[in-house]
């Protein structure tokens, strides 16, 4: 399978309530590799790479109010390209 890579931007209540940590939590569950770091902002940059079944299995779970904590307000995702991650980090 090909491996994709997706950025997010996150915004909503996503900052001190545990969301980056649960976005590690599910990538390594689904064996996606990137990072989440907040932005001064208030919102959350997402970076998932991997297999597009997995990238859409990651998205469909924050779509879902009880998986990840906080308040999603507004998610805008882009396909870009591949890096050369070995795990998924949280900034």
Do not use: C
């Amino acid at each position: 399978m090909a491996v994709i890579a997706r950025r997010g931007i996150v915004e909503g209540w996503v900052q001190g309530v545990g969301f980056r940590w649960t976005a590690k939590e599910q990538a390594g569950a689904l064996h996606l590799l990137g990072y989440a770091r907040n932005k001064p902002n208030g919102s959350v940059e997402l970076f998932i790479q991997g297999e597009q079944v997995e990238i859409e299995s990651f998205i469909f779970l924050m779509n879902q109010k009880k998986t990840f904590p906080g308040t999603i307000d507004t998610v805008v995702w882009e396909d870009v390209p591949s890096r050369n991650f070995k795990d998924f980090s949280v900034y």
